[in-house]
Nanobody
Framework: VQLVESGGGLVQPGGSLRLSCAAS????????MSWYRQAPGKERELVAS????????YYADSVSGRFTISRDNAKNTVYLQMNSLKPEDTAAYYC?????????WGQGTQVTVSS
């Protein structure tokens, strides 16, 4: 099983980034997918989630209206479009897959929002 994130980097406040998470080794289309983030000295927090069919999504209040989670089951990939980025969005972002009873984590990609 692999979850490989990409797309992180340094961006100015107000800018945008799109994170990708390429999955392999499990039944992607039947798995709920999420993005978590962890800032230095803070606990890991859920940012957004999407069901296998994309019928349902969830967003943390802190990112609602700015971030969009989506998935392409044909490509086994989940995305996080991040707009209007703020310095407080700076964190390592992790991809997470869940299909009961199994869960998987990616290695993370760093997002830094700074001028």
């Amino acid at each position: 099983v692999q979850l490989v994130e990409s797309g992180g980097g340094l961006v100015q406040p107000g800018g945008s980034l799109r994170l990708s998470c390429a999955a392999s080794g499990f039944t992607f289309s039947s798995s709920g997918m999420s993005w978590y983030r962890q800032a230095p000295g803070k606990e890991r927090e859920l940012v957004a989630s999407i069901t296998g069919s994309s019928a349902g999504t969830y967003y943390a209040d802190s990112v609602s209206g700015r971030f969009t989670i989506s998935r392409d089951n044909a490509k086994n990939t989940v995305y996080l479009q991040m707009n209007s980025l703020k310095p407080e969005d700076t964190a390592a972002y992790y991809c997470y897959a869940e299909r009961y009873p199994r869960t998987y984590w990616g290695q993370g990609t760093q997002v830094t929002v700074s001028s």
